[in-house]
Every structure is written in structure tokens, then in C-alpha cells.
DNA sequence: AATCCGAACAACCGCCACTTA
DNA sequence: GTAAGTGGCGGTTGTTCGGAT
């Protein structure tokens, strides 16, 4: 891991919420490059961030196919089994639901699913906290609709309504994308971030793309174990999402390969990428063939490294 | 209308595992 | 074999906002 490129690291590190402009400057290095050696990444980007920083914001926030918003009653159970398995594995557990981050996972699970576990557990020790179900989640699923439906608002006001919901077209649960796809800006947490609208990566690889590249959606889960199987039995949809996947490799900065992974979806046009790689001079078709296909691998997916 | 409080989320910090010279 | 450096993970904190009083 020791990079030639990685430089010393800097002083005077800038610290707290990232500005717009960061935001671009990082997605636009990446994009251009791939990450490569984060150490490095802030010097060449033009960043005064140091590498940590960058590798979280780019995970946790601008990386492709990230879904913010609503966890659908599939995801919560995912987590809730999970982490009664794993306990607070967050990145394993994060493995499993497409388009989160452990960060999420975590939060979510902090702020809300612990205290619905708990309350469950005073109920009865044998009767675990139900699961939210996609009739409806509960008073305080509405609470939580109401309260956290995120950034997605600002992307739906921004671009193209739909834009948030392709992460899960194919057999998704129509609770996941309830804010994806549903309730403009109105219904979405009012200070979120009002540029960069939230991109979900199916909306910038078309489905022909991951099928190329060997993912396709009826494709089995290698090397998926029963027990993580079992965990997330019942949410299927993943898998099925997961097995659309591809990865590629680019030559990253430091001279290694770094690993891009796509994540298909249906041919939905991608409004912002396609507007970003126009503006910074890649075509939409260069990022099949460049590789910039970032989100998880398929055994990143399902925990095989 | 102003203030307080809790919730949600983004980001930082510290530690650990791994890789490479 | 060892030390140095990087990346990743989990815990924690800080900030912002909405709702209640």
C-alpha cells in the first residue's frame, strides 16, 4: 500500500461539512482518475482535506449509486437479522443492502432501529420488535417518513423525479423508494444539501453495459453462504439487484488496478452524470470503457474478501 | 414568537489489519 | 523479520433541523 505519489500529509487540514465545491472537486478527480491512494487523492484534487476524509465523503456521499433516504421494511429486516447475527458489523451488514453505507446502516440503526429492538424486547423477550411492513410502517415509520426522507427531496426538486428510485427499479419494494421517488421537496429534509442531487449509479450504466460486462440478473450468488443467505432471505430483490453488478478494473494513479464496480440497473438516462461527464469532457459512453463503474463488487457484496 | 428538546445525519477520531519496502 | 504507511471499520461527537411547549 506504501504510495510513491502519497505525499506527507499536510497540516492544516480543513475540517467539517463539505462545501459544493469540494464536493465537485472530489467527484470530478475520481471520476477523471479513480481514487487510487487517498493519502495522495487531496493534494491532486486540489482538496485541503486529508485522505481519510475524502475515502468517507466519497463513500458515505458522492460515490455512484448511493441511496439516501427511506430504508424500505426489507432493508430493516435485513438489518435487524443481520445484526442480531453479526452485531454491530455495520460494513458487513451494509454488504448486504445495495446502495447503503455502513455509516447509514449505523446511523439508522442508532436512531431508530435500536430503540424499536429495545422497546420490542419490553414487550417480550420472545417477540422481537416487528419489522415494518410494506403495508406500512407503523406511526413511527410515519414519524420517520416525515422527519428524515433526506437529500433525495433536493434531488427530486433539482432533477429528474425520478432520478432516486432507478437504484431499485427491477423488483424493488415500493416502500424503499418512497422518497425516492415519491414526495418532492416538500415531504424531503429541507436543509439537505441543495446541489449535487443524489445519483443513483443505475442511472449512469445502462443495463446492456452491466450485461456485457457478465452480471446479469438472473445470475446465482457465488459463494454466498447459508448463513448470510438465510439472513437476507427476505430480501431476495438484493440478490437480484447484486447480480446485476459488473466490475472493471483502471489503472489507478499509484499504478495499481483499482477496482470499479458497476451496478446496473434499467437503461434509465443519466441526467446528472451525463451533464457532469459532458461538462468535464467524457462521454457517457467512455465510463463503460474507462471503467467508471463504482459501487460494491460482487464479493464486496457478499463478504468474500 | 421565542425557546427548548429530541431526532437525524454528517463527519471525525482512534484503533486495527494488511501491504510493502 | 521489522517498520512504516494506508485503508477500513466502529464508536463517538457535533451540527442542524423540526416539533413541542
Given at each position: 500500500?506504501?504510495?510513491?505519489?502519497c505525499?506527507?500529509?499536510?497540516?492544516?487540514?480543513?475540517?467539517?461539512?463539505?462545501?459544493?465545491?469540494?464536493?465537485?472537486?472530489?467527484?470530478?478527480?475520481?471520476?477523471?482518475?479513480?481514487?487510487?491512494?487517498?493519502?495522495?487523492?487531496?493534494?491532486?484534487?486540489?482538496?485541503?482535506?486529508?485522505?481519510?476524509?475524502?475515502r468517507?465523503?466519497?463513500?458515505?456521499?458522492?460515490?455512484?449509486g448511493?441511496?439516501?433516504?427511506?430504508f424500505?421494511?426489507?432493508?430493516?429486516?435485513?438489518?435487524?437479522?443481520?445484526?442480531?447475527?453479526?452485531?454491530?458489523?455495520?460494513?458487513?451488514?451494509?454488504?448486504?443492502?445495495?446502495?447503503?453505507?455502513d455509516?447509514?446502516?449505523?446511523?439508522?440503526?442508532?436512531?431508530?432501529?435500536?430503540?424499536?429492538?429495545?422497546?420490542?424486547?419490553?414487550?417480550?423477550?420472545?417477540?422481537?420488535?416487528?419489522?415494518?411492513?410494506?403495508?406500512?410502517?407503523?406511526?413511527?415509520?410515519?414519524?420517520r417518513?416525515?422527519?428524515?426522507?433526506?437529500?433525495?427531496?433536493?434531488?427530486?426538486?433539482?432533477?429528474?423525479?425520478?432520478?432516486?428510485?432507478?437504484?431499485?427499479?427491477?423488483?424493488s419494494s415500493?416502500?424503499?423508494?418512497?422518497c425516492?421517488?415519491g414526495?418532492?421537496?416538500?415531504?424531503?429534509?429541507?436543509?439537505?444539501?441543495?446541489?449535487?442531487?443524489?445519483?443513483?449509479?443505475?442511472?449512469?450504466?445502462?443495463?446492456?453495459?452491466?450485461?456485457?460486462?457478465?452480471?446479469?440478473?438472473?445470475?446465482?450468488?457465488?459463494?454466498l453462504?447459508?448463513?448470510?443467505?438465510?439472513?437476507?432471505?427476505?430480501?431476495?430483490?438484493?440478490?437480484?439487484?447484486?447480480?446485476?453488478?459488473?466490475?472493471?478494473?483502471?489503472?489507478?494513479?499509484?499504478?495499481?488496478?483499482?477496482?470499479?464496480?458497476?451496478?446496473?440497473?434499467?437503461?434509465?438516462?443519466?441526467?446528472?452524470?451525463?451533464?457532469?461527464?459532458?461538462?468535464i469532457?467524457?462521454?457517457?459512453?467512455?465510463?463503460?470503457?474507462?471503467?467508471?463503474?463504482?459501487?460494491?463488487?460482487?464479493?464486496?457484496?457478499?463478504?468474500?474478501?
Amino acid at each position: 500500500m506504501v504510495c510513491k505519489a502519497c505525499d506527507k500529509p499536510k497540516p492544516n487540514y480543513r475540517k467539517g461539512l463539505w462545501s459544493p465545491e469540494e464536493d465537485e472537486k472530489l467527484r470530478d478527480y475520481i471520476l477523471r482518475h479513480g481514487h487510487g491512494c487517498w493519502s495522495a487523492l487531496p493534494a491532486k484534487a486540489g482538496l485541503h482535506r486529508n485522505g481519510k476524509s475524502c475515502r468517507l465523503r466519497w463513500i458515505n456521499y458522492l460515490r455512484p449509486g448511493l441511496k439516501h433516504g427511506m430504508f424500505s421494511p426489507e432493508e430493516e429486516e435485513t438489518v435487524m437479522s443481520l445484526h442480531a447475527t453479526l452485531g454491530n458489523k455495520w460494513s458487513r451488514i451494509a454488504r448486504h443492502l445495495p446502495g447503503r453505507t455502513d455509516n447509514e446502516v449505523k446511523n439508522y440503526w442508532n436512531s431508530y432501529l435500536k430503540k424499536r429492538v429495545e422497546a420490542g424486547a419490553k414487550e417480550g423477550p420472545g417477540t422481537p420488535a416487528p419489522p415494518a411492513t410494506s403495508s406500512g410502517a407503523g406511526d413511527t415509520e410515519d414519524s420517520r417518513q416525515s422527519a428524515k426522507p433526506g437529500e433525495d427531496g433536493a434531488a427530486a426538486a433539482d432533477g429528474p423525479a425520478d432520478s432516486g428510485g432507478s437504484s431499485e427499479p427491477r423488483e424493488s419494494s415500493s416502500a424503499d423508494s418512497s422518497c425516492l421517488t415519491g414526495p418532492p421537496a416538500a415531504a424531503c429534509r429541507p436543509h439537505a444539501p441543495p446541489v449535487a442531487p443524489k445519483v443513483m449509479f443505475a442511472d449512469w450504466l445502462d443495463m446492456d453495459v452491466v450485461d456485457c460486462l457478465g452480471g446479469g440478473p438472473g445470475a446465482a450468488a457465488p459463494g454466498l453462504d447459508a448463513a448470510s443467505a438465510g439472513a437476507v432471505g427476505a430480501s431476495d430483490q438484493h440478490h437480484r439487484q447484486v447480480m446485476s453488478q459488473g466490475s472493471v478494473q483502471v489503472d489507478g494513479p499509484c499504478g495499481v488496478d483499482v477496482s470499479l464496480h458497476g451496478f446496473g440497473d434499467s437503461g434509465a438516462s443519466c441526467w446528472e452524470f451525463q451533464e457532469h461527464f459532458d461538462g468535464i469532457g467524457i462521454g457517457i459512453d467512455q465510463m463503460s470503457t474507462t471503467g467508471f463503474c463504482d459501487l460494491l463488487s460482487m464479493s464486496d457484496y457478499f463478504g468474500l474478501n
